[in-house]
């Protein structure tokens, strides 16, 4: 007969009131054949690696005296910390954290410094442990150390002293958050932005505290870059509505690279002018572009995005009165001001006169494909008109339009232009 236990390292499991109920067994062999790098005793009726914190009986005092637990997630980092002298230090024993240890550990403090691992696995462990922290209300900071270095290894290597100085420089767990989300999503991208974002917003909708939800929002608009009043605002809401959803815009909602461009001029107006106003920039040499002044030029002339995804909000924007200044307060339905904030986070290029110009020429081309294909079904679909005279005049317009589509002007657009492209975030 073998033990169990065998040619390993025995760490006795006691529960808070200090009486051993179980037993973990750390390999000293570093031969593949030695099993796990852990053995754990089986559950049992009293043991459930769970529902215990390895240490919480020696450390519970000093939790209670200085107000705040040091967890961390191995016997030996647990060891190693509470012999430097940090006597407030459990550790999670290698298991996911639980909401069954947060609500013990709850008792005796609501304040927590988390330090796991710094690798990638001691980084997830890190952020299912925040959440569910944070579902129970603690106030919480993180300890990361440098790399390749976990607690134990930190102090054998550096000393108590650069522990502590450490720990006295812990992170807010969002300032953790938000740096991990900017190293995952480089943020210079709206891509970037959006990742981040949806990687940051399941953490805030776990705040229990709506006030703080809206600040944590506010915080994250700020450091990750997010200009866009209507992004901060569509942030705002879903971090204060707790849903489960991402920002994004509906999944219908396809939309060309000329729609984006126009809603984008549109929505660039400072202030926005009468139709009496309007006036062509390319009228004037000398004239500032306006894009939002060329567009609403264009527009009242040719609607040019009728019967397209983005109808209702270019609309929206077009009839805007002189006196809003500010695009977010448009009273949009919930469709058009997701679409709007998905289409102000996709500025993959600087709107120009060239880009605006191109844009209308591939809604224009877009516009004569499709009455042409309306034209043709009326006189040789199914449902095709009889009356002679109507069938003549839809044949006198059909030779109209084919005739301008061969406008060079519209040669050279299409392709990418006219291609659907998701407007998501």
Same mark, same amino acid.
């Given at each position: 007969?073998?033990?169990?236990?065998?040619?390993?390292?025995?760490?006795p499991? @006691?529960?808070?009131s200090?009486?051993?109920?179980?037993f973990?067994g750390?390999t000293?062999?570093?031969?593949e054949?030695?099993?796990?790098?852990?053995? *754990?005793s089986?559950?049992t009726?009293i043991?459930?690696?769970s529902?215990?914190?390895f240490n919480l009986?020696?450390?519970k005092?000093a939790i209670? $005296?200085?107000?705040?637990?040091?967890l961390v997630?191995?016997?030996?980092?647990?060891i190693?910390?509470?012999?430097?002298?940090f006597?407030?230090?459990?550790?999670s024993?290698?298991?996911?954290?639980?909401e069954?240890?947060?609500k013990l550990?709850?008792?005796?403090?609501k304040?927590?410094?988390?330090n796991?691992?710094?690798?990638?696995?001691g980084?997830k462990?890190t952020?299912?442990?925040?959440?569910?922290?944070v579902?129970e209300?603690?106030?919480?900071?993180?300890?990361?150390?440098?790399a390749?270095?976990? /607690?134990d290894?930190?102090?054998?290597?550096k000393?108590?002293?650069?522990?502590?100085e450490?720990?006295?420089?812990?992170?807010?767990?969002?300032?953790?958050?938000i740096e991990?989300a900017?190293t995952?999503f480089?943020v210079?991208?709206?891509?970037g932005?959006?990742?981040?974002? *949806?990687?940051?917003?399941?953490?805030?909708q776990r705040v229990?505290?709506?006030?703080?939800?809206?600040?944590?929002?506010?915080e994250i @608009?700020?450091?990750?870059?997010?200009?866009?009043a209507?992004?901060r605002?569509?942030?705002?809401?879903a971090?204060?509505?707790r849903?489960?959803a991402?920002?994004?815009?509906?999944?219908?909602?396809?939309?060309?690279q000329?729609?984006r461009i126009?809603?984008?001029?549109? @929505?660039?107006?400072?202030?926005?002018?009468?139709?009496?106003?309007h006036s062509?920039?390319?009228?004037?040499?000398?004239?500032e572009?306006d894009?939002?002044r060329?567009?609403?030029f264009?527009?009242?002339?040719?609607?040019?995005?009728?019967?397209?995804?983005?109808?209702?909000?270019v609309?929206?924007?077009?009839?805007?009165? /002189?006196d809003?200044a500010?695009?977010?307060?448009?009273?949009?339905s919930?469709?058009?001001?997701r679409?709007?904030?998905?289409i102000?986070?996709?500025?993959?290029?600087?709107?120009?006169a060239?880009s605006?110009?191109r844009?209308?020429?591939?809604?224009?081309?877009?516009?004569?494909?499709?009455?042409?294909k309306?034209i043709?079904?009326?006189?040789?679909?199914?449902?095709?008109v009889?009356?002679? $005279?109507?069938?003549l005049?839809?044949a006198?317009?059909?030779i $109209?339009?084919?005739?301008?589509?061969?406008?060079?002007?519209l040669?050279?657009?299409?392709?990418?232009?006219?291609? /659907?492209a @998701?407007?998501?975030?």
């Amino acid at each position: 007969m073998y033990s169990k236990f065998r040619n390993r390292v025995i760490f006795p499991i @006691a529960n808070e009131s200090g009486k051993i109920i179980a037993f973990t067994g750390r390999t000293l062999s570093r031969d593949e054949k030695a099993g796990p790098k852990y053995l *754990n005793s089986p559950e049992t009726a009293i043991y459930s690696k769970s529902r215990v914190l390895f240490n919480l009986d020696r450390a519970k005092e000093a939790i209670r $005296k200085l107000d705040y637990a040091i967890l961390v997630e191995g016997q030996m980092d647990c060891i190693s910390v509470f012999a430097a002298g940090f006597q407030n230090v459990i550790a999670s024993s290698g298991t996911a954290f639980t909401e069954i240890q947060a609500k013990l550990l709850g008792r005796f403090s609501k304040n927590v410094v988390v330090n796991f691992d710094p690798d990638a696995a001691g980084a997830k462990a890190t952020e299912r442990t925040l959440g569910l922290l944070v579902q129970e209300e603690f106030q919480i900071k993180v300890l990361t150390l440098e790399a390749g270095f976990d /607690p134990d290894l930190f102090i054998c290597r550096k000393g108590k002293e650069a522990y502590a100085e450490a720990l006295r420089h812990s992170q807010s767990y969002f300032d953790y958050l938000i740096e991990r989300a900017r190293t995952q999503f480089p943020v210079r991208s709206a891509e970037g932005k959006v990742k981040a974002v *949806n990687y940051l917003l399941p953490h805030i909708q776990r705040v229990p505290s709506r006030i703080i939800r809206d600040e944590l929002a506010h915080e994250i @608009a700020q450091k990750l870059g997010i200009d866009s009043a209507v992004l901060r605002q569509e942030l705002k809401h879903a971090a204060t509505s707790r849903s489960a959803a991402t920002l994004k815009a509906p999944a219908e909602a396809q939309v060309t690279q000329a729609e984006r461009i126009l809603v984008r001029a549109l @929505a660039s107006a400072s202030q926005m002018q009468t139709s009496e106003e309007h006036s062509s920039s390319r009228d004037g040499a000398e004239e500032e572009f306006d894009p939002a002044r060329q567009a609403r030029f264009v527009l009242a002339s040719e609607r040019l995005h009728q019967g397209l995804g983005t109808e209702s909000l270019v609309d929206a924007l077009f009839n805007v009165t /002189p006196d809003v200044a500010d695009i977010v307060s448009l009273p949009l339905s919930d469709f058009d001001r997701r679409l709007l904030a998905s289409i102000l986070m996709r500025e993959e290029e600087e709107l120009t006169a060239d880009s605006l110009e191109r844009a209308v020429r591939a809604l224009r081309k877009k516009a004569l494909n499709r009455r042409l294909k309306e034209i043709e079904r009326a006189l040789d679909g199914p449902s095709r008109v009889a009356d002679l $005279k109507q069938r003549l005049a839809l044949a006198e317009e059909r030779i $109209k339009v084919k005739r301008a589509l061969m406008d060079p002007g519209l040669a050279d657009v299409g392709g990418p232009e006219e291609g /659907p492209a @998701a407007a998501s975030f």
